[in-house]
Each structure stands twice: as structure tokens, then as C-alpha cells.
């Protein structure tokens, strides 16, 4: 099945910084999606994305729906421990299931 | 307060045994899914359900069956066909096939 290409694969940062993954399809979509998953859990939903262009924010996190209408960013400001765990991006085309990357590994040190 | 429920969190069986996890929603959703997560992996979509009594092959279907009797209720069964049953395996609802997902805390399922 088909899957987002996602980036990074894995990042390992110091506590303090930003961070910065992307998404990336073949297909437009009208919906991007961000999910956090912590270990040996579920994955949650971060933040929502509905218009091309549309630019939301959730705390220290901000999400931009790509103006292609192909891809999406995350950024996450100034790190903390508990930021670890795996980030999804997610995307639906039309009224269809969601597609999901293939996530971003993120490993914050002190 | 609503959310969707899986259970066991932690699952053992023997090789060639069928096992069945439970996966319950109490907000109302229409729409369920299973999902399997290998270490490192992404998420792989095993069945999804849009309505009572009726339910989709995913893309990695093959020794897994499901059924959706309930509303409330999308259980999943891993059959002795399934060649590699040891994962992490994910259940989510959405209100329709146009919302956000929203994931159980799964089951980790080793077969020994």
C-alpha cells in the first residue's frame, strides 16, 4: 500500500533545540494530520490540517499544510525529554482512508 | 470519559494457536481499523470497518480475520496462517472515513 515519505528517519538532538520533519506524497491531499507516538503506546494527534497553506500551532509545535497541496511540516521549538517518540504524518486524498508516513524518530538528549 | 479501549496490553501464545484481541470504542465512531507496527516500522493496515456487519481488506490481510458484530466492538484475530504474528498491533475508530483517527494504546503480541 501506499505510503508518505517521510523525513528524517531518526534525528538525535540536544534539549534546547528545534526541530524540523517534513512529508512529502505523490498524490494532493486535503487533509495532513500530525500524530506523536510515545513508547509502547498509541500515537495521538498533534495537529490538523484542512487548507493549503494553513499554518496552526499547539504549544511549542507548529504545522504547515505545503501550498502543493503535497506536503506538510513539523516543527517542534526549544526541545524537552519528554518530546521523544516516534512523530507520523498522515494524509487523506479525497474522501479515502488516511495514509500514514513512516515516521520520525526523534531522541532528545540532556 | 470516551475513548477506545485494547486489551491485553501484553499478549503470549504459542506457535499455531489462534489468538483473538479485543478492541472497544465508546465515542460513538463508525469506522474502526487495525493496524500492525513492526519495531522501527511504520503503521500497516490490516482490516478497517466503515459499518456494522461490514469490513475492508487492508493492504497485509493474510492470516488475520476480523469482524464487526457491534458498533462499539472490531475484534481481530490472528490465525496460525499468519507466517510473522509477533508485533504491536494498533485498533482506531474515526467518526467517518473524513476524520482524524483516534488510536487505542495497543497490544504487543509475541509468539513463542
Known amino acids: 500500500g501506499q505510503q508518505l515519505n517521510q523525513s528524517p528517519q531518526s534525528m538525535f538532538i540536544q534539549e534546547g533545540e528545534d526541530v524540523s520533519m517534513n512529508c512529502t506524497s505523490s498524490?494532493?491531499?486535503?487533509?495532513w494530520l500530525w500524530y506523536k507516538q510515545d513508547p509502547g503506546e498509541g500515537p495521538v494527534l498533534l495537529i490538523a490540517?484542512?487548507?493549503?497553506?494553513e499554518l496552526t500551532s499547539n504549544g511549542r509545535l507548529t504545522a504547515q499544510f505545503g501550498i502543493t497541496r503535497k506536503d506538510s511540516f513539523l516543527n517542534i521549538s526549544a526541545s524537552i525529554p519528554s518530546d521523544v517518540g516516534i512523530y507520523f504524518c498522515?494524509?487523506?486524498?479525497?474522501?479515502?482512508?488516511?495514509?500514514f508516513g513512516t515516521g520520525t524518530r526523534l531522541q532528545v538528549f540532556p | 470519559d470516551g475513548g477506545i479501549t485494547q486489551s491485553p496490553k501484553y499478549l503470549f501464545r504459542k506457535e499455531g494457536q489462534n489468538v483473538t484481541l479485543s478492541c472497544e470504542q465508546n465515542?460513538?465512531?463508525?469506522?474502526m481499523y487495525w493496524y500492525r507496527q513492526d519495531p522501527g516500522q511504520g503503521l500497516r493496515l490490516i482490516y478497517y470497518?466503515?459499518?456494522?456487519?461490514?469490513?475492508q481488506k487492508g493492504d497485509i490481510a493474510e492470516g488475520y480475520s476480523v469482524s464487526r458484530e457491534k458498533k462499539e466492538s472490531f475484534p481481530l484475530t490472528v490465525t496460525s496462517a499468519q507466517k510473522n504474528p509477533t508485533a504491536f498491533y494498533l485498533c482506531?475508530?474515526?467518526?467517518?472515513?473524513?476524520?482524524?483517527?483516534?488510536f487505542g494504546s495497543g497490544t504487543r503480541l509475541t509468539v513463542v
Open positions: 482506531a475508530s474515526s467518526k467517518g472515513m473524513n476524520y482524524g483517527y483516534t
Open positions: 498524490s494532493i491531499f486535503n487533509t
Open positions: 490540517l484542512y487548507k493549503a497553506g
Open positions: 498522515a494524509g487523506r486524498e479525497g474522501t479515502d482512508k488516511l495514509i
Open positions: 465515542l460513538n465512531h463508525d469506522a
Open positions: 470497518s466503515q459499518i456494522v456487519n461490514d469490513f
